[in-house]
């Protein structure tokens, strides 16, 4: 028989202080407690996990780009409009 992983609980993951994940870390313990019982979507839910780290890495990896110059607005005045 398989032994089934323990359920993730919210409180055993990092805090968010700053509420930059919204309702993530809610998500994840529903969706690994879900997922745990059914091994074929435990590994779909490691790959998009394991895909989303891999991004993270990159993008922490990749230098800065500095940031495009905005091209000036040209406003159109009531005269233009008419």
């Not at 969706?31 to 790959?47: D, G, S």
């Not at 780290?53 to 159109?76: F, H, Q, T």
């Amino acid at each position: 028989m398989i032994k089934r992983p323990s359920r993730l609980d919210i409180v055993d993951m990092p805090r968010d202080s700053q509420r930059a994940l919204g309702s993530l870390r809610q998500v994840l313990c529903a969706t690994f407690n879900y997922c745990r019982k059914y091994p074929v979507k435990m590994e779909t839910l490691k790959a998009v996990l394991e895909y989303t780290l891999d991004r993270i890495k990159a993008l922490e990896s990749e230098p800065e780009a500095p940031e495009p110059e905005k091209a000036p607005v040209k406003r159109k005045t009531t005269k233009e409009t008419k």
